[in-house]
C-alpha cells in the first residue's frame, strides 16, 4: 500500500459500521489492515461492501482458545487494535487491553461502542439514532412542526464515531513512538456526536442559537440556509450566509431592491421571503437553475442523488469518485497528500482470502496453519 501511513499494522476485530469505516480510512491511507472474520464467513463473496476495501482478511474462531491464539498473535505485531464489542466482550475472550498491552505494550487498542465503556447504558442496545438522540444532535434536526429526521447513520457511526475513532488511535499512535507505551482508546458514538454539536453549544452560549428545532439559521428555517423544489421536482441547496454571498443571490433573482429581502436576518421576514423563494425558484428547472448560478458566487448548487454525484464536472475533475471494471461506484480516499498520495483502493476481499498469508507472516509454520484448520479455529 501507499500513502501516509505506509507500515503503520492494523488488526480489525470484525465488526459493522463505524469500525470498518475507521479501518478503511486507515487502509485507504497505506496502513496494512488485516480484518479477523468468522470461520462459518469463509469463502463468502456475497457481500463485500466498499468499507471492507484496503485490508486483507483471515479467519479465526473467538470461541476456541486456539483462535484467540491467532489474534493475540497477530496483535503481538500490530500499533493498531480496533474492536466494536459491548464493553467487557473481549475481556471475556481473552482479548482485553491488559492482556494484548502486556505482550505488546506499544499497542494502541481502539474501543468503538455506542454508549461508552462505562457509564449507566454502557451495556444497554442501540444504534445511530439512539446515540445521537441522547447526545442532543437528533433533536436538533427537523421542522419546528413535526418529528427529529434521522441524518442518515452519519453523524454518530461515521462522524462521531469511526472519523474520531481514526483521529484518536493515530493520536495515540504518535504519542506511542515517542514513549514506547500504547494505551486504551475510548470512543463513544455519543461523545463523539456531542463533539460535532460544539459550534451550536457555542451560538447557545452567545444567543445566536435556540434549543428548539426548526428555529435557527443552519436547520433549514432561514430562507438563505434551505433546499428548495425546482419546477422538475428536483432541488437546490441555498446557503448564502455572509451579506456578500446574500447580495449575490438576491441579484442573480432580481430581487436586490425588494423590501421584503431587505434585512437578511428579520427573522419575522423569514417566511414571506422562504415562500417568496419558493415560487421563484419553481419556476424552472434544477439543471437551469444550476446554469444560472454558476460563478455567481451566491452559494446556491444543484441536490444531487446518489447515482448522480459520481458524474457531475467538478466531482469527475477531481476523481472525487472511483469507478470499477464490475460497475461499482465508490468514494475516492480523502483527503489527498501532496507527497505521499494513496494508492488506488484494492477491492474488499473474500472472507479469509489471506488467513494463510497473515499467519505465515506472524510466524505460524504450515504445520501449524494445518492443525489451526483441522481444530476449526481457522478457515
Not at 10 to 27: R, S, T
Not at 66 to 78: H, I, Q, S, T
Not at 95 to 116: F, I
Request: charged share 20%; glycine share 12%.
Amino acid at each position: 500500500m501507499s500513502g501516509p501511513l505506509a507500515g503503520v499494522k492494523v488488526v480489525e476485530l470484525g465488526g459493522i459500521g463505524p469500525g470498518p469505516f475507521c479501518a478503511m480510512v486507515l487502509g485507504d491511507l497505506g496502513a496494512d489492515v488485516v480484518r479477523v472474520d468468522r470461520p462459518a464467513e469463509a469463502g463468502s463473496d456475497a457481500a463485500r461492501p466498499v468499507m471492507h476495501r484496503n485490508r486483507r482478511s483471515v479467519t479465526a474462531d473467538l470461541k476456541n482458545p486456539e483462535g484467540v491464539e491467532v489474534v493475540r498473535a497477530l496483535a503481538d505485531g500490530a500499533d493498531i487494535l480496533i474492536e466494536g464489542f459491548r464493553p467487557g466482550v473481549t475481556e471475556r475472550l481473552g482479548l482485553g487491553p491488559d492482556e494484548l498491552l502486556a505482550r505488546n505494550p506499544r499497542l494502541v487498542y481502539g474501543r468503538m461502542t455506542g454508549w461508552g465503556q462505562d457509564g449507566p447504558m454502557a451495556q444497554e442496545p442501540g444504534h445511530d439514532i439512539d446515540y445521537i438522540a441522547l447526545s442532543g444532535a437528533l433533536h436538533t434536526i427537523g421542522p419546528a412542526d413535526g418529528d427529529p429526521v434521522p441524518p442518515l447513520n452519519l453523524v454518530g457511526d461515521f462522524g462521531g464515531g469511526g472519523m474520531l475513532l481514526a483521529v484518536g488511535v493515530l493520536s495515540a499512535v504518535l504519542n506511542a513512538r515517542s514513549t514506547g507505551r500504547g494505551q486504551v482508546v475510548d470512543t463513544a458514538m455519543t461523545d463523539g456526536s456531542a463533539l460535532l454539536l460544539s459550534m451550536m453549544y457555542g451560538f447557545l452560549a452567545t444567543g445566536r442559537w435556540t434549543d428548539e428545532r426548526g428555529a435557527n439559521f443552519l436547520d433549514g428555517t432561514a430562507p438563505y440556509y434551505r433546499a428548495y423544489r425546482c419546477a422538475d421536482g428536483e432541488h437546490v441547496a441555498v446557503g448564502p450566509v455572509e451579506p456578500h454571498f446574500y447580495a449575490s443571490l438576491l441579484r442573480v433573482l432580481g430581487l436586490s431592491d425588494d423590501a421584503d429581502f431587505a434585512a437578511q436576518n428579520d427573522r419575522a421576514k423569514w417566511p414571506v421571503m422562504t415562500e417568496r423563494l419558493a415560487a421563484v425558484f419553481a419556476t424552472r428547472d434544477r439543471d437551469e437553475w444550476a446554469k444560472e448560478f454558476a460563478g455567481q458566487e451566491a452559494c446556491v448548487a444543484p441536490v444531487l442523488s446518489l447515482t448522480e454525484a459520481p458524474h457531475h464536472p467538478h466531482n469527475a475533475a477531481r476523481s472525487t469518485y472511483l469507478f470499477g471494471d464490475d460497475g461499482l461506484v465508490e468514494p475516492a480516499p480523502a483527503p489527498r497528500f501532496s507527497d505521499t498520495p494513496a494508492g488506488v483502493p484494492v477491492p474488499s476481499p473474500v472472507v479469509g482470502a489471506h488467513t494463510d498469508e497473515v499467519l505465515a507472516e506472524a510466524g505460524f509454520d504450515a504445520g501449524r496453519i494445518a492443525a489451526l484448520r483441522a481444530a476449526g479455529a481457522v478457515r
